[in-house]
């Protein structure tokens, strides 16, 4: 089954540590990208990125950091600038090599809670 | 810099009616708009969508209407079920190809009555 997978699913850390949350698709989807959500509020973009070795800052990308060394994967690091880190977070990828706008495929999300 | 946004948190609606969320824009460079349906705990599912060559867009019981000129898109849902009751956000990419940003907007919390 073709799909995107977070894991984990919940996550605990403490404050002063750094995590990585994994994202892994096999969809063969070029652009994948990293949302937070908090309680009451929409999804603010973290990072994103479209070809291997290449990605770009979004909205909210202080105390965060990604990589892209494979098409198929997408971990994003949680470090310990960042000031308030508990959150849902949510990976997606969607095609765009095609030149066409597509929709955007999401992960089932990690919830990251400090403690 | 809220570039996509949806100003009612919530709405509710009787069972059967017609359920309308509505979002607006700032970005005159978004051409293709996408509605998500979120349930807690869970990731968004893709409904609906719209390139900016259009004004509107059906898909069984949803449609979705874009104004250019208003900047504004709303979502049809007819007629409304239960399980429609979930969070709703809308969605906007600006660019032909590359990598567009995909920007979200707070979304509104549908409720349908029985």
């Known amino acids: 089954d073709g799909g995107i997978t977070q894991s984990p699913k919940y996550l605990f850390r403490k404050e002063g540590q750094n995590v990585t949350l994994s994202c892994e698709q096999n969809?063969?989807?070029?652009?994948m990208y990293w949302y937070r959500q908090d309680p009451g509020q929409g999804l603010r973009l973290i990072y994103y990125?479209?070809?291997?070795?290449?990605?770009q800052k979004g909205d909210i990308a202080e105390g965060y950091s990604v990589s892209r060394e494979k098409k198929e994967s997408f971990p994003l690091t949680v470090t310990s600038a960042q000031k308030n880190p508990t959150a849902f977070y949510l990976c997606?990828?969607?095609?765009?090599?095609?030149?066409?706008?597509?929709?955007?495929?999401f992960g089932q999300g990690t919830r990251l809670t400090v403690v | 810099d809220q570039q996509v946004k949806q100003n009612s948190p919530s709405l509710s609606v009787q069972e059967g009616r017609i359920s309308i969320l509505n979002c607006d824009y700032t970005?005159?460079?978004?051409?293709?708009f996408l509605w998500y349906k979120k349930y807690p705990a869970e990731g968004p599912t893709f409904l609906i969508s719209?390139?900016?060559?259009?004004d509107k867009n059906e898909d069984g019981r949803f449609t979705v209407f874009l104004n250019k000129s208003a900047k504004h898109l709303s979502l049809h849902i007819v007629p409304s079920q239960p399980g429609d009751s979930a969070v709703y956000f809308c969605?906007?990419?600006?660019?032909?190809?590359?990598?567009?940003?995909?920007?979200f907007g707070q979304g509104t919390r549908l409720t349908i009555n029985p």
């Open positions: 969605a906007a990419s600006a660019g032909f190809q590359g990598a567009q940003k995909l920007v």
């Open positions: 719209i390139s900016s060559i259009k």
């Open positions: 970005n005159s460079m978004f051409d293709y």
């Open positions: 990125s479209q070809i291997v070795n290449d990605f």
């Open positions: 969809l063969n989807h070029d652009a």
């Open positions: 997606a990828s969607r095609i765009t090599s095609t030149g066409w706008n597509t929709e955007a495929f």
